[in-house]
């Protein structure tokens, strides 16, 4: 038996998730279908992270473990080929360790979320950012994203639905920035409570629009109640964007 590390490509639109859902079609159903199609073999797709409906991959690393004989290579074109056309690509493909593992040897993962910050409709980025056109102050977003960095209890940023045993989770990184129409938010971390970017982004957002002060956000994370929350961002703007390993 061999361990392919494979790194995914997704555009998260038609799927309700990466991981396989009984009510509809998923990034980790189509991968793996995939493989069996190549290898005769019924695998297992585990993935650094779990995306919801909507949300977007950039590099996400997932593995699987198969016991036909095939040069990675191979397997990535193989794979490519038969994941067509749905908007999936494996971008690299490569024999890992029997005790690597693409979730629990990860120590790190990193989001970026986009804002397309202006007055005209989506046309090419329909789907693909959150459409804000009035006008947001990143620099206060960005400040008030400070209040957030560190060790905390974010039971206020995390998804009624979470299956975490503790919402104590060590942000390492929060940064909003213009570039150009776009306000992109940069978030980094161990590990992410569902929900916990977007909510996190909504909220950043309503200082962005004016709504809210930038302490308030510091005062929604003190409450530690999820009725606190400003706003729950759309997954369309949400991209993962790496997993960190060790090695």
Not at 81 to 94: F, G, K, T, W
Not at 142 to 157: E, S
Request: proline share 4%; glycine share 6%; aromatic share 6%.
């Amino acid at each position: 038996m061999t361990r392919f590390a494979l790194t995914l490509e997704f555009d998260g639109g038609p799927f309700m998730g990466l991981q396989r859902q009984d009510h509809g079609p998923s990034v980790q159903q189509a991968v793996e279908t995939a493989v069996t199609a190549v290898t005769g073999e019924i695998a297992t797709l585990q993935s650094a992270g779990r995306t919801d409906s909507g949300v977007h991959a950039l590099a996400m690393r997932s593995h699987v473990d198969i016991a036909k004989e095939i040069e990675p290579f191979r397997l990535m074109e193989a794979l490519n080929a038969l994941l067509r056309p749905d908007p999936i690509a494996v971008l690299a493909c490569e024999v890992v360790a029997d005790d690597w593992h693409a979730r629990f040897s990860c120590i790190g993962r990193a989001y970026e979320y986009r804002i397309a910050n202006r007055r005209a409709p989506l046309t090419l980025e329909r789907g693909q950012a959150w459409h804000i056109a009035r006008e947001l102050d990143a620099e206060a977003m960005h400040r008030a994203a400070q209040h957030l960095v560190g060790r905390h209890d974010f039971t206020t940023f995390r998804s009624a639905h979470c299956q975490a045993r503790d919402p104590v989770k060590t942000l390492d990184r929060l940064d909003v920035s213009r570039e150009g129409d776009h306000v992109i938010v940069r978030a980094e971390a161990r590990s992410f409570l569902h929900h916990q970017v977007r909510s996190m982004v909504g909220t950043l957002a309503l200082v962005g629009q004016g709504q809210w002060r930038e302490a308030q956000v510091a005062e929604a994370l003190a409450a530690r109640d999820r009725a606190a929350l400003g706003l729950n961002a759309p997954p369309e703007g949400l991209y993962f964007v790496r997993a960190v390993y060790e090695d």
